[in-house]
């Protein structure tokens, strides 16, 4: 049986995945490169698509197609 990892150990692995991947130089670069936003998302997304169906947000996409 396969234990759950802590979030420790999967940032340790993450951390070491990235420098392998990159190099150490480039594996902080990425990390300070992290910007977390501002906002809440889910918030934002309820009010925009309140009212919204998937036939009409894919027209809306359709119609910024036609104008590009």
């Known amino acids: 049986?396969?234990?759950t990892k802590t979030i420790a150990?999967?940032?340790h692995e993450g951390y070491d995945a990235l420098i392998q991947?990159?190099?150490p130089d480039d594996a902080i670069r990425f990390i300070?490169?992290?910007d977390p936003g501002h906002g809440d998302y889910t918030k934002e997304r309820k009010k925009?698509?309140?009212?919204k169906?998937?036939?009409g947000i894919g027209k809306e996409i359709l119609a910024m197609q036609d104008k590009e």
């Open 1 to 3: 049986m396969e234990t």
């Open 32 to 34: 300070r490169s992290y």
């Open 48 to 51: 925009y698509l309140k009212n």
């Open 21 to 23: 991947a990159l190099g």
């Open 53 to 55: 169906t998937v036939a």
């Open 9 to 11: 150990q999967i940032q």
